[in-house]
C-alpha cells in the first residue's frame, strides 16, 4: 500500500498534511482512489465553512459510485484545489498531490490523534 | 461462496479487481473502467460472460413453444443461425427476464439468458411447457462458457487470432450466429452498441478463446465498463431498468413486443390491458453537481419520475441516465433531478446516446 510516512490518516480513508503555513491538506488516500476507480466528480466544503472531526463534509464521485469525504479535523475551509473541478482524474494519479482542500485547525494538536501510515494499513486492512 | 467462471485464475493474474456480481465473482475493471470502455468504442475489447445462461430447447414443437412463451415472435426467425430479443413476461406482463434467442434447427432454439434469473427462467419454461403442451426438453447448459468481443476491430481481432472460423463467420449480419465447432458458436451479438462477436464454448476452451483475442490486441475489460457502454447505447439492465414490476411498454422495449395477428403469447392479454405506467427515456445532465444514479428523483413538468440506470458516460463526458418519466413527457424538455441536496439541470433525450462510436445526442 502506497503510504507516505509523514501523512497522518483517518479510518474513514482521508489523509492530512500539515502545511508550512499551519494549515493541513486533506485528500483521499491512494487506497481510496483505488476502490473507487476512475474519479469524474468532487465536491469539496465549501470555504469559511466550519467543519467539526468526523463530519461529512463533501463528496467524490467515481464512474461506479459517489462517496463521501470527511473532516479528519476540526476547523475552518481555508481553500479549495480548484484544478480538481476540471481534473478529478488527477486524483486517480497522485492521490497524494491531490489535496481536495485545507483546514485551519481549531487545535493544531488533533494532528496528532489522527492515525500515523501503520496504523492506518491495518485499519483498511480489515 | 461464489460462484467462479473458467477465466476466474485468468483474471486474477491479470491483476482484476473483482466484485461479486449476483452471486458470481467476476472482474469489475483490470485497472481503469474508463480506458477499458475507450478501448470498446475506439478498437477492441473482451469481456467475461460467461455467468449468462444459455437454454438449449429441443423437440418439434419448439417453435410454436416459443410463439407462447416469448413477447417477440421466433416466426421471424426463418435462417438457421439468425436471433432476435426478446422479454419473457408474467401473468400481469411483468417482466421477468430479457433474453435473446437463437434459431438453430427446427427442433432446436438456444436462449441466452441473465446470469441473476436464469434458474427462475427455467422453472417458468418448465411451467409454460406444461402448460402448452408442445414437449419440449430443456437443457440448462452450465457446461458452457462465453465471452464477447466488441469494438470496430473486434471481428478483425477474432479472425487474427481464429483464422480458421473467419469464412463462416464473415458473412454474418447483426443477429445472426454460426456454429463453427461442435460446441461453439460465434454470434454476431453484443451489449456495448459496437460490432463484435460473443462466443459460447465448452468451459475447457474458454481459457484459448481468451488468450487468443487478448494476443490479437483485444483488450480485456470488466463490468463496470460493460455497464457505461450498454448505458451509452441505450440498452437495459435487468433488475434495474425492468423487472416483474414493469411491462416492457414502461421500459422502453414496445419494439420488442410483436402484437402483429392473433398470436397469443403469454402475457398478452395483461399487457394490452395494463394501462402505461411511465415514459422510459434518456436524461443528459447539464449542470455541474453530480452524477446521476439510479432511483434519484427527476421533476418533470408532468410530474415526478425516477431514474432505473445513471452513470458518467466516459463516451460524451457527460452524466447520462434512463429514467421513468411520466406519460407524455417529450424529448427536448427540460427537467431537474434531485442529486444529495440539490437540483440539478438535465435534458430529456430519446436512448441511444451513443452508437458505433458516435455521439447521437
Redesign the interface.
Known amino acids: 500500500m502506497n503510504l507516505p510516512p509523514e501523512l497522518k490518516y483517518t479510518a474513514s480513508h482521508e489523509w492530512a498534511r500539515l502545511e508550512a503555513d499551519g494549515t493541513v491538506s486533506v485528500g483521499i488516500t491512494d487506497h481510496a482512489q ?1 476502490q473507487l ?2 474519479i ?2 468532487v ?1 469539496p466544503p465549501k470555504v469559511g465553512r466550519q467543519v467539526a472531526a468526523g463530519e461529512s463534509v463533501g ?1 467524490v ?1 467515481s ?2 459510485a ?1 462517496s463521501d469525504i470527511y473532516a479528519p479535523l476540526a476547523g475552518e475551509v481555508v481553500a479549495n484545489n480548484d484544478e480538481l ?1 476540471a481534473s478529478p482524474e488527477r486524483i ?1 494519479a497522485d492521490a497524494y498531490g491531490a489535496w481536495m482542500y485545507r483546514l485551519k485547525p481549531a487545535d493544531a494538536a488533533d494532528l496528532a490523534k489522527l492515525l500515523d501510515s501503520a496504523a492506518y494499513a491495518k485499519a483498511s486492512a480489515e | 461462496m461464489l460462484k467462479t467462471t473458467p477465466l476466474n485464475a485468468i483474471h486474477r493474474a491479470a491483476g482484476a479487481r473483482m466484485v461479486d456480481f449476483g452471486g458470481w465473482d467476476m472482474p469489475v475493471n483490470y485497472g481503469s473502467q474508463i480506458e477499458e470502455h475507450h478501448a470498446v468504442r475506439r478498437s477492441a475489447g473482451v469481456f467475461d460472460v460467461s455467468h449468462m445462461r444459455s437454454v438449449d430447447l429441443e423437440g418439434k414443437g419448439v417453435r410454436d413453444f416459443l410463439r407462447f412463451a416469448l413477447a417477440n415472435d421466433v416466426a421471424k426467425l426463418k435462417l438457421p443461425g439468425k436471433a432476435l430479443y426478446s422479454c419473457l413476461l408474467d401473468e400481469s406482463a411483468g417482466v421477468i427476464d430479457d433474453l435473446i434467442a437463437y434459431y438453430f434447427r427446427d427442433d432446436w432454439f438456444r436462449l441466452v439468458v441473465n446470469a441473476g434469473t436464469a434458474d427462475g427462467d427455467i422453472d417458468w419454461l418448465h411451467r409454460l411447457n406444461a402448460l402448452a403442451g408442445h414437449g419440449v426438453a430443456l437443457r440448462s447448459r452450465d457446461d458452457l462458457a462465453m465471452i464477447a468481443v466488441q469494438g470496430p476491430q473486434a471481428r478483425e481481432a477474432f479472425w487474427r487470432a481464429f483464422p480458421e472460423t473467419r469464412a463462416a463467420t464473415e458473412a454474418l449480419v447483426p443477429f445472426q450466429a454460426a456454429r463453427v465447432g461442435d460446441d461453439i458458436v460465434v454470434a454476431r451479438t453484443g451489449y456495448t452498441g459496437e460490432d463484435g462477436f460473443e462466443v459460447s464454448c465448452p468451459a475447457d476452451e474458454v481459457a484459448t478463446l481468451w488468450n487468443g483475442v487478448v494476443a490479437a490486441g483485444a483488450r480485456p475489460c470488466g463490468l463496470g465498463a460493460r455497464d457505461t457502454l450498454r448505458l451509452e447505447a441505450g440498452m437495459n439492465l435487468y433488475g434495474q431498468d425492468m423487472d416483474t414490476g414493469a411491462s416492457p411498454f414502461d421500459a422502453g422495449l414496445a419494439w420488442t413486443v410483436d402484437l402483429a395477428g392473433a398470436r397469443g403469447f403469454f402475457g398478452r392479454k395483461a399487457l394490452e390491458a395494463r394501462p402505461r405506467a411511465c415514459d422510459f427515456l434518456g436524461l443528459v445532465l447539464e449542470d455541474k453537481g453530480g452524477v446521476l444514479r439510479a432511483h434519484q428523483i427527476v421533476l418533470a413538468e408532468r410530474g415526478e419520475g425516477e431514474i432505473t440506470s445513471g452513470t458518467f458516460s466516459p463516451t460524451l463526458g457527460v452524466s447520462i441516465a434512463l429514467a421513468r418519466l411520466p406519460v407524455g413527457t417529450a424529448p427536448g424538455e427540460k427537467v431537474r433531478v434531485q442529486v444529495r441536496d440539490k437540483e440539478l439541470a438535465a435534458r430529456v433525450v430519446k436512448p441511444p446516446f451513443v452508437r458505433h462510436g458516435k455521439p447521437l445526442i
Do not use: H, P, R, W
Open positions: 483505488e476507480g476512475d469524474v466528480f465536491e463528496v464521485e464512474v461506479k459517489a473541478g486517480n
